[in-house]
């Protein structure tokens, strides 16, 4: 029995032309021997790590959208995407990480029995379910489900929250190594001016509960029952792209984030679990005709069923906001117990948008009753 092992994936470009991502069948011991099944594919990718340089250097890559008939002139464009392990350099050899286990793997094309809903939505005592074959994949921790972060529980019992948490983070350890990234996205309106841009820094996510169910509903074409779930250290959206002065700031600090500090915005301690479909509400990709007669895709999140009457709930935390910098002397809002009044210490102070305990955002029991969204010309 071998195992796939992907070593490195550099991606200078995108679409235009892709690295080929080297790789090795390599023996399994006999306790993954043992713990192999046969069912589905599932992929351990070890040292993963994609990397392009900045936009408008030598080995950067961009995907750009036209955003009307005339080429050049009005667009949106992706470019500098990076993954790699947390508290490496991107692009380097020591960068790449370790996402699944042979126990967790990235795993596709189980082949499993399901019972999808077939009656009325709209009749409450109308609960008929039918048999199908749905085909799942899952990312590393699919079985691990989201920790309750709330202000509440954190208040309740802080020691008992915090051993939580410690354990939440050791079993997401065990199936991935923590990885950072970058993007960044432009906006070009009349071929030359810069209306937006964006550029993106995230540090330190893992998934977890993360899977899909892909199946046939009739008269809906392709259905997707699953969900995602991602944890964040930190997320940081810059408007301006990084300086000398900047770039030198970065170094002094240890700070990942090379973008000047009063144009960021970070969150820290992000926890997003969403549910994208159930077998009860899938959600579909299917194609409708407008009233022209042209073809649009559709996205649908079918209703709720009556008789099921609550969806599964989607939750999101977010511990922390910092506008520019952590300690922004601004956003003081008094002086902790036992610190001197006129202290040089910044961590002598409270900050708005940064609670000692609990969560500055909590958007909790989100559920979607019916969702539809279909493609139009402009």
Same mark, same amino acid.
């Given at each position: 029995?071998k195992?796939?092992?992907?070593?490195?994936?550099?991606?200078p470009?995108?679409?235009?032309?892709?690295?080929?991502p080297?790789?090795?069948?390599?023996?399994?011991?006999?306790?993954?021997?043992?713990?192999t099944?046969?069912?589905g594919?599932?992929v351990i990718?070890?040292?993963?790590?994609?990397?392009?340089? +900045? !936009?408008?250097?030598?080995?950067?890559?961009?995907?750009v #959208?036209?955003?009307s008939?005339?080429? /050049?002139?009005?667009?949106? %464009?992706?470019?500098?995407?990076?993954i790699h392990?947390?508290?490496?350099v991107?692009?380097?050899a020591e960068?790449?990480?370790?996402f699944?286990?042979?126990?967790?793997?990235?795993?596709l094309?189980?082949?499993?029995?399901a019972?999808v809903f077939t009656?009325?939505?709209?009749?409450?005592?109308?609960?008929?379910?039918?048999?199908?074959?749905?085909?799942?994949s899952?990312?590393?921790?699919?079985?691990?489900?989201?920790?309750d972060?709330?202000?509440?529980?954190?208040?309740?019992?802080?020691?008992?929250?915090?051993?939580?948490?410690?354990?939440?983070?050791?079993?997401?350890?065990?199936?991935? +190594? !923590?990885?950072t990234?970058?993007?960044?996205?432009?906006? #070009?309106?009349?071929?030359?001016?810069? /209306?937006f841009?964006?550029? %993106?820094?995230?540090?330190g996510?893992?998934?977890?509960g993360?899977y899909?169910?892909?199946?046939?509903?009739a008269?809906?074409?392709v259905s997707i029952?699953?969900?995602?779930?991602?944890?964040?250290d930190?997320?940081?959206i810059?408007?301006?792209?990084p300086?000398?002065?900047?770039n030198q700031?970065?170094?002094?600090?240890?700070?990942?984030v090379?973008t000047?500090?009063?144009?960021?915005?970070?969150f820290?301690?992000?926890?997003?679990?969403t549910?994208?479909?159930?077998?009860?509400?899938?959600?579909t990709?299917?194609n409708?005709?407008d009233?022209?007669?042209?073809?649009?895709?559709q996205?649908?999140?079918?209703?709720?069923p009556?008789?099921?009457?609550?969806?599964?709930?989607s939750?999101i935390f977010?511990?922390?906001?910092?506008?520019?910098e952590?300690?922004?002397?601004?956003?003081?809002?008094?002086?902790?117990?036992?610190?001197i009044?006129g202290?040089?210490?910044p961590?002598?102070?409270?900050?708005a948008?940064?609670?000692?305990?609990?969560n500055t955002l909590?958007?909790?029991?989100m559920?979607?009753?019916?969702?539809?969204i279909?493609?139009?010309?402009?």
């Amino acid at each position: 029995m071998k195992k796939l092992v992907l070593h490195y994936i550099n991606l200078p470009f995108l679409l235009g032309a892709l690295s080929i991502p080297s790789y090795a069948l390599e023996a399994m011991d006999d306790s993954e021997l043992s713990s192999t099944t046969g069912e589905g594919i599932g992929v351990i990718v070890d040292n993963l790590s994609i990397h392009s340089e +900045d !936009k408008g250097t030598p080995g950067d890559f961009e995907i750009v #959208l036209d955003l009307s008939d005339t080429p /050049n002139q009005d667009q949106f %464009i992706f470019s500098e995407l990076r993954i790699h392990k947390t508290g490496t350099v991107s692009g380097t050899a020591e960068s790449g990480g370790n996402f699944g286990t042979v126990d967790n793997p990235v795993f596709l094309g189980d082949l499993r029995a399901a019972e999808v809903f077939t009656g009325n939505a709209n009749d409450i005592t109308d609960s008929t379910v039918s048999v199908t074959s749905v085909m799942r994949s899952e990312f590393p921790g699919a079985n691990l489900t989201q920790l309750d972060r709330s202000t509440k529980r954190q208040k309740a019992n802080l020691a008992g929250y915090l051993e939580a948490a410690a354990n939440f983070e050791a079993d997401l350890a065990q199936v991935s +190594d !923590k990885f950072t990234a970058h993007v960044r996205f432009d906006d #070009l309106i009349g071929g030359t001016s810069n /209306n937006f841009r964006a550029v %993106i820094d995230i540090e330190g996510f893992r998934f977890y509960g993360t899977y899909s169910d892909i199946f046939a509903t009739a008269g809906h074409g392709v259905s997707i029952a699953g969900a995602t779930g991602v944890y964040i250290d930190e997320l940081t959206i810059s408007t301006a792209l990084p300086t000398v002065a900047s770039n030198q700031a970065a170094v002094d600090n240890n700070d990942y984030v090379t973008t000047p500090v009063d144009s960021r915005l970070t969150f820290s301690g992000i926890d997003i679990y969403t549910t994208l479909g159930t077998y009860d509400q899938p959600l579909t990709l299917d194609n409708v005709k407008d009233e022209a007669g042209n073809n649009q895709l559709q996205i649908e999140i079918s209703p709720l069923p009556a008789s099921v009457g609550i969806a599964p709930k989607s939750n999101i935390f977010v511990k922390s906001i910092y506008f520019g910098e952590q300690y922004n002397s601004e956003l003081r809002t008094g002086l902790r117990d036992g610190a001197i009044s006129g202290s040089t210490n910044p961590e002598d102070y409270h900050y708005a948008f940064q609670p000692d305990v609990g969560n500055t955002l909590e958007i909790r029991g989100m559920e979607v009753q019916h969702l539809r969204i279909t493609t139009m010309d402009i």
